[in-house]
């Protein structure tokens, strides 16, 4: 009696687990084992329950998650702990190589990945491969363009990178204070694209700087991740350069007149891919939780994924964001022949990977960026 | 005979002695030490280089931020000074003891919300849409931006230091010997001569407490120049945030923090020397 009591209430309550954070702690007391605890390395919402509860329900397992704030942070993390300390890493791509480089990640076994169900264009991901050996699986992308505010800007005014210098934002474009995105969107209006804007010369380099310095006053302020949500939202900024869909998306639920495009000079893609953290003990589950990530339903979660939308890479994905929220798949252009879908802005070679310069230094860019701030 | 030395006041001492030593002291000659520290592949290396000290210290954005950081926290501390002496005098001249007990008691409640919090609310009052500018809006002028900018910040160092300061004062100008202004009065002084002669001179220590206290809180603030200064243009604090963020270089951070504990030593020792300094 009691029994079946607490069964029902089991089944209740998990039919409502998903984004429920408060259920998840009752669910893991229903069951007779503790759960086995998953150390998780990603950026901010990977292992919110709106992402994690179903899984954690269905396996017995526990996220923990440590939050890092960019690629420097998580390999910092990565460094200073003990191998075995984190399970699963998220990470941006352009890290990957970095990663694999130290030794903190596990080789994976490519025969347990859907890859016949990625699209061609993301199915040898840069630097996830050394010949055919796979050390990371992507699992979501994003772009990043032209951020503005509808009721200032028209789309067509925004559809170029010179809009931030446009009279109607002067002295209201923030910058996300981050010196790859918006230092490769200007390198990328400058008409750095082959082979990308991350990888030029000394002349071009120099440039980038001077275009950059040209915007300063146009500059509003530099913004933190809270920081960039907020002076959208009360239209403080009418511009932001370095961001996309992945901010703007988020707000745009929230009813503020806030859109991205990608302008006619290109976007830059970031690229997120999950791997195993060298040592770990819990690798069958990781990669369990991979598959189940790439999986429609994981792929329709992290489309929508309340912390920052991201695009899918695989084509069971997109028609499952069609079927489940036909209106987001729309938005995010998840629609094959779809006019801002990212295989065709990737086809007319209108998007470009997110990189570290290739030509420079991390620290000369870093440089340039703390010079910029202060003009 | 000898007296036989006694442990008892070093027994009493022994507790901040010991707090200062493993909270003070020690991380700070471990940031001294870690100024020249390399980091290798994002790991920290205990190391004897300059590289760090020469790099940081080459960098205009360096002197850039140095020069606002000090020139900021000096108007902060004047500012704070100056609007915070009228209500000091008035509370500790003009009004009754009850009266006087309820002010302090109301300038210790702002203490009680966290900063951050309160600069927050900033944001909302100072935003172009905000209702600064809409009373501002009812006689036709604005809307003026206030975030982002040196404006906004200032705001949030008085936000910070203001309750503070006029404390400080405040004691200190109700510690004056009412006999000094009397006598003051009673030899024909005019009351402006017996402020500037006899009330400033006197209160001297609290008022440069206060000040000093004001240009340490401000100068090391990190909430105010970011969240309402929009880091334009950065301060110190901001560039420690930035250089930690880029490389992992905590050494490089660890130089321009050492370089902040200099000035404000510095600061704090010559204002304290002018402070306890007697008059000629």
């Known amino acids: 009696m009691s029994m079946s009591h607490s ?122 491969w050394t010949g055919d050996r796979l050390w990371s699986v992507m699992v979501r992308f994003g772009l990043l363009g032209v951020s503005y ?101 988020v707000l745009q639920k929230d009813g503020a007149p806030v859109a991205s495009v990608i302008p006619e000079e290109g976007g830059i893609q970031w690229t997120e891919s999950y791997s195993i953290g060298k040592g770990s003990t819990k690798q069958e589950i990781a990669n369990k939780f991979i598959q189940y990530m790439l999986s429609p339903g994981g792929q329709v979660r992290s489309i929508q994924m309340a912390a920052y939308p991201g695009l899918s890479p695989t084509k069971s994905g997109w028609q499952a964001i069609q079927d489940a929220n036909p209106a987001e798949a729309e938005r995010s252009g998840l629609i094959e022949g779809h006019d801002q879908s990212p295989r065709k802005l990737l086809a007319e070679k209108r998007l470009f990977l997110r990189d570290i310069p290739r030509q420079q230094t991390l620290e000369d860019w870093n440089d340039f960026w703390s010079e910029y701030k202060t003009a | 005979m000898a007296r036989k030395p006694s442990i008892y006041p070093y027994f009493w001492r022994a507790p901040l002695l010991i707090w200062q030593g493993l909270f003070f002291v020690g991380p700070l000659i471990l940031m001294v030490a870690m100024s020249f520290w390399l980091v290798r592949n994002y790991r920290m290396e205990p190391d004897f280089v300059l590289a760090n000290w020469e790099r940081m210290l080459t960098r205009d954005y360096f002197w850039s931020a140095y020069q606002v950081t000090f ?34 008691f109301f300038l210790i409640v702002p203490f009680f919300t966290s900063y951050l919090v309160r600069v927050y609310a900033w944001q909302v009052l100072l935003a172009e849409s905000g209702p600064v500018n809409a009373v501002i809006g009812f006689v036709g002028l604005g809307p003026f931006t206030m975030l982002n900018s040196g ?12 309750p503070l300061v006029v404390i400080l004062q405040t004691f200190s100008l109700a510690a004056i010997d009412r006999n000094l202004i009397e006598a003051a009065w009673n030899l024909g002084a005019s009351p402006r001569r017996t402020l500037v002669r006899v009330i400033v001179p006197a209160a001297k220590v609290g008022l440069i407490l206060g000040a000093v206290f004001a240009f340490i809180l401000s100068f090391g603030d990190f909430v105010s120049p970011f969240y309402l200064g929009g880091s334009k243009p950065p301060t110190l604090s901001i560039l420690i945030i930035d250089t930690t963020k880029s490389g992992q270089q905590w050494p490089r951070a660890a130089v321009v923090a050492v370089m902040m504990i200099l000035t404000l030593f510095t600061v704090a020792f010559a204002a304290v020397g002018a402070a306890y300094r007697r008059n000629a």
């Open chain 1, 149 to 249: 505010n509808t009721d200032i800007l028209s789309s067509d005014e925004a559809s170029s990178y010179n809009a931030y210098w446009n009279s109607k934002v002067a002295g209201k474009v923030g910058h996300f204070d981050w010196h790859l995105p918006s230092l490769g969107q200007i390198s990328l209006l400058n008409g750095n694209r082959d082979p990308s804007p991350f990888d030029i010369g000394e002349d071009a380099w120099q440039a980038v700087q001077e275009k950059t310095l040209s915007l300063k006053p146009q500059v509003g302020g530099y913004f933190d991740y809270g920081g960039t949500f907020s002076s959208l939202k009360n239209g403080e900024m009418l511009a932001m350069c370095g961001i996309g869909d992945w901010i703007t998306g």
């Open chain 1, 7 to 128: 069964q029902l209430t089991r089944r209740n309550l998990l039919a409502t687990a998903a984004g429920a954070a408060l259920t998840v702690p009752m669910i893991n007391r229903a069951w007779a084992q503790d759960p086995t605890d998953i150390n998780m390395l990603a950026w901010y919402g990977h292992a919110e329950p709106d992402i994690v509860a179903e899984f954690e329900a269905q396996n017995n397992v526990k996220f923990v998650p440590k939050y890092y704030a960019g690629g420097d942070n998580m390999l910092a993390l990565i460094a200073q702990s003990p191998p075995g300390t984190y399970d699963i890493i998220l990470s941006d791509a352009e890290f990957v190589q970095q990663l694999n480089a130290a030794g903190y990640i596990e080789e994976l076994d490519a025969s347990l990945f859907p890859f016949d169900d990625f699209w061609p264009e993301y199915q040898s991901f840069p630097g996830h």
């Open chain 2, 151 to 162: 404006f906004g910040a200032m705001v949030g160092y008085l936000t910070l230091i203001m």
């Open chain 2, 71 to 104: 020139l900021r926290a000096s108007i902060a501390a004047a500012l704070a000074s100056l609007f915070a002496f009228p209500a000091s005098y008035a509370l500790a001249f003009l009004v009754s003891e009850t009266t006087r007990r309820w002010a302090i």
